[in-house]
């Protein structure tokens, strides 16, 4: 029999069977009609509580529709709203937008904060500056953006600004996804005091969205790969049956399994609210340092055909190129997981390493 989360990856399926992957363009930000339909099917807002305008369900439902998208190409911001935006602002004890409206997640480090009111806790804020790199820029409706904290102010606070009328610069990353600059001109915003601790979660939970995804892609080009080179013939035989080509798609199904391992395992902790954010460090690293390698030997394994335009490879490795740099890079996370590996010293070490793995 299957299971609830069996059925709401096969209804995902099902909505991308009709929704074929499109390359993005400056007129074409993103795939509406595709949003509108999981909107609909009340996908948009799994994971997240009934009662707080979500549609229910499990962290592991949300990771599911989010690993089937991204598998897919799907050009929507869900990702960022049931794995980051979503949660964050649950946690900071802000109302949820509704879940058909698309809401994604930025960091505005350059963005200068000042209360409307006492600042304690839950309030009103106005913020000025500008904030780059915005996923689904010009698409999504509102924005859960991490800025400073306001002068006078430890920490950080996550804000909810509505962003649907603000206009957004035409930058993309390889893909073509947005991730435009977004300029707030006191911008009015619902927002709530994090710590230090509470701001590092929330940008752990950028990186493991991100780490899902691009796991999800991997095991995809992986199995795109197999695929072709067991119906591609050369010198009378399949490809599969060259040594040599058989040695690339272990080595990728190696780095593939390994992403895979680590992601479930930040997921689960995610879950658990424990080590959330060496976990995602750890994952985040791993997958990017995964990208190099898989991405590298399914082209080749293609040859020429894995280039053009026609055919769907593009549409995973420029998505895997691009989501490795994003919420924060190999360095960066490799130092944060560094840093919280020897932070109990030589003899918590071991410990600190077996619990993050």
């Given at each position: 029999?299957?299971?609830d ?15 074929e ?8 930000r ?19 509580p ?27 911001p ?53 904030v780059t790199d ?15 904290a ?31 600059t ?7 915003a ?32 992986l ?7 067991g ?6 035989r ?18 593939v ?25 750890a ?46 890079s190999?360095l960066?996370?490799?130092r ?20 993050v793995?």
């Amino acid at each position: 029999m299957a299971s609830d989360q069996d059925l709401v990856i096969e209804t995902v399926r099902d909505i991308l069977g009709s929704h074929e992957p499109f390359v993005l363009t400056a007129e074409r930000r993103w795939d509406e009609p595709l949003w509108t339909a999981l909107a609909e099917a009340g996908l948009t807002g799994v994971g997240l509580p009934e009662e707080a305008g979500g549609s229910g369900g499990e962290l592991a439902d949300a990771v599911a529709i989010v690993r089937t998208l991204a598998a897919g190409a799907a050009a929507v911001p869900v990702a960022e709203q049931l794995l980051v935006a979503g949660p964050a602002l649950l946690a900071a004890g802000l109302d949820l937008p509704a879940p058909e409206q698309p809401t994604t997640f930025a960091i505005g480090d350059a963005v200068t904060v000042h209360p409307v009111d006492n600042g304690d806790g839950p309030g009103r804020f106005t913020l000025s500056g500008t904030v780059t790199d915005v996923p689904w820029a010009g698409a999504a409706s509102s924005v859960a953006v991490l800025v400073p904290a306001p002068a006078g102010m430890e920490g950080s606070l996550l804000a909810l600004v509505d962003v649907s009328s603000l206009p957004a610069t035409d930058a993309f990353n390889l893909a073509g996804e947005p991730r435009g600059t977004l300029v707030l001109d006191q911008a009015a915003a619902a927002g709530a005091l994090l710590t230090v601790a509470q701001a590092d979660a929330v940008r752990a939970r950028y990186a493991l969205a991100r780490a899902v995804q691009l796991a999800a892609a991997l095991e995809q080009v992986l199995a795109w790969t197999v695929q072709y080179a067991g119906e591609r013939h050369q010198f009378g035989r399949p490809l599969g049956k060259f040594q040599a080509i058989q040695m690339e798609l272990a080595e990728m199904a190696g780095e593939v399994t390994a992403v895979t391992a680590l992601t479930d395992a930040a997921v689960q902790a995610q879950d658990r609210a424990e080590n959330v954010v060496l976990a995602a460090a750890a994952a985040k690293v791993r997958a990017g340092a995964a990208v190099e390698v898989v991405a590298r030997l399914a082209h080749q394994v293609h040859g020429a055909i894995g280039f053009t335009q026609e055919h769907k490879l593009h549409h995973l490795t420029r998505r895997l190129w691009s989501w490795r740099d994003e919420a924060g890079s190999e360095l960066v996370w490799s130092r944060v997981l560094a840093s919280g590996l020897l932070a109990d010293g030589p003899e918590g070490f071991w410990p600190a390493l077996t619990r993050v793995g």
